[in-house]
């Protein structure tokens, strides 16, 4: 894979899913929901987050809840009783050390407990609205298909590899643009090459055919 090619992929992309219009996140929302959201499903991480916002609308509130209610009210999620302490801990970090604002930058975020990479990156592109390109399992999955990373590769390397091939003024489409079409059609099992408008470009397609093994 080349920059060329990487360009052709996105702009093709862009027409098959053109971007809606974002409204940003507020970083605490965002913080919330990604933290949830690990290893749990995208209505189950919508529907707890919008009941604990709900009963802690900052890093504030939620420092007065005790671990006990924060379970209570996320129990639908994996690892709710985890994540119920972890919330609590990045809760109190916030409120004593950054006077209840969301930190700015991946370091400071990823000094929090529990918060990686996948979860720094989303808040930094979808509430800051930085340049960065989270890497999630439609990416992982769409990138190694299409030849750009390898199967064996982790985060850091998924992410260099694309920010490789991608200038950075467009990086904010590129998670939009790889999720949506894992979605719809570079799906993990049982991908739909035939329907696939990027077919030309991919490796896993020209070394099957299509087929899915
Ligand atoms: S051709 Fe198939 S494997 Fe390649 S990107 Fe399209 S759907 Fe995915």
Redesign the pocket.
Known sequence: MNKKAMGKILKTLEKQYPMPNFSREKPYEALIGTVLSQRTLDQTTDRVSQALLKAADSPKALVKMTERQIARIIRPINFYKTKAKRLKQIANIIVKEYGGRIPRTREELMSLPGVGPKTSDAVLIFSYGKQVIPIDTHVQV?SE??GISDEKDGYKKIQAKLNALVPERKRDSVNYLLVE?GKK??RKHL???G??V??K?????ARTG?EYF
């Open positions: 769409v298909r299409l079409h059609i570079c991908p739909k090459c329907a696939c990027i077919n470009f991919c490796r896993y397609y299509g």
